[in-house]
């Protein structure tokens, strides 16, 4: 009888060590879980950072872009676009 209760007492052991193994597999899980979720929301924030900063970058090479080809337009209208970037080289 008394290898009953030494085995009796040894599940009881082992039973709670199981029990806290997985609290902590559990604690461990909930951790996990909250750094992935940290880390999905800083790369979304970051996508939509990035993307916001491309669409005004772009943005402002188009208006620039346009900006040069009406004054293009212009100085090749007045038959003087040759002659005013000769004239912005010399005084560099």
Do not use: Y
Not at 32 to 38: A, H, K, P
Not at 53 to 79: F, P, R
């Amino acid at each position: 009888m008394g290898g009953i209760k030494e085995l009796k007492a040894e599940l009881t052991e082992m039973n709670a060590n199981i029990a806290e193994l997985a609290k902590e597999l559990h604690e461990t899980n909930i951790i996990i879980r909250e750094s992935l979720q940290l880390t999905s929301d800083t790369i979304k924030e970051m996508t939509e950072s990035f993307s916001k900063a491309l669409k005004d970058a772009m943005e402002k090479v188009s208006d620039m872009s346009i900006q040069m080809n009406v004054k293009d337009s212009i100085l090749k209208s007045l038959g003087i676009n040759g002659l005013v970037s000769d004239f912005w080289k010399k005084k560099k």
